[in-house]
């Protein structure tokens, strides 16, 4: 029944250490989303794929990288995690329909760097 | 100044008040307006999505949109501990996902 799965929930890694997150999707949406959520803050876009065009925000870290190998799946790849990098990842798609797009979230990944 | 404005709370009701979440904003082209609930380590839900002003109702929930002073509200009637939760507000101009502009929520305990 799930629709927006991420995989780990929880990660903890280790400064400096690589970390990927995955994101897939059974709602065949053709645009996916990648978000930081730090603790009673908004949610900040890093990225976003319309089908696989990849769209980076102007103020997204160079450390942070994003993959999509298909419609389903999504990555964010963070290359050198440092310790303010700790937040809730959110991944979120949505369809493209005329007018408007809603977005649906998964439950997150939420990243401790020690 | 931010796009969108939204007190963080926290805000503490007892079960079956009426409950009022705010959000204002400043940009005029705004015409699209969400409000998400968030359960504690979960991700946003979408409850409300409205276009332009006016008021929209489902169930227990009321999203009201004045646009003359950039101004959204939710309410909730009756409120349930299961209401408990943070609620972040989100607009756009567009309707375009990438560029939804989120509040920062306002944490919300119902006390039973």
């Known amino acids: 029944d799930a629709m927006v799965i991420q995989n780990p929930r929880y990660q903890v890694t280790q400064f400096g250490k690589p970390v990927t997150l995955s994101c897939s999707q059974t709602?065949?949406?053709?645009?996916m989303y990648w978000y930081q959520q730090k603790s009673s803050q908004a949610p900040k876009l890093l990225f976003h794929?319309?089908?696989?065009?990849?769209?980076n925000e102007a103020d997204t870290p160079d450390n942070f990288q994003s993959r999509r190998p298909n419609t389903s799946f999504c990555f964010l790849d963070i290359r050198s995690p440092g310790l303010g990098d700790a937040a809730m990842y959110l991944c979120?798609?949505?369809?493209?329909?005329?007018?408007?797009?809603?977005?649906?979230f998964g439950p997150g990944t939420r990243l401790l760097v020690l | 100044q931010k796009e969108v404005e939204q007190d963080p709370g926290p805000l503490s009701v007892p079960e079956g008040a009426i409950v009022s979440l705010n959000c204002t904003y400043s940009n005029s082209a705004f015409q699209y307006f969400m409000w998400y609930r968030q359960y504690s380590r979960k991700g946003p839900e979408l409850l409300m999505y409205?276009?332009?002003?006016g008021n929209k109702e489902d169930g227990r929930f009321t999203a009201q949109v004045d646009k003359s002073s950039k101004y959204i509200s939710l309410f909730i009637r009756d409120s349930q501990p299961s209401d408990s939760a943070t609620y972040l507000c989100a607009m756009s101009a567009t309707g375009r996902g990438n560029q939804f502009y989120f509040g920062t929520g306002t944490s919300l305990t119902v006390i039973p």
């Open positions: 979120a798609t949505s369809g493209r329909g005329p007018g408007r797009e809603t977005q649906y």
């Open positions: 409205t276009y332009s002003s």
């Open positions: 709602l065949n949406h053709n645009v």
């Open positions: 794929y319309y089908d696989k065009d990849f769209n």
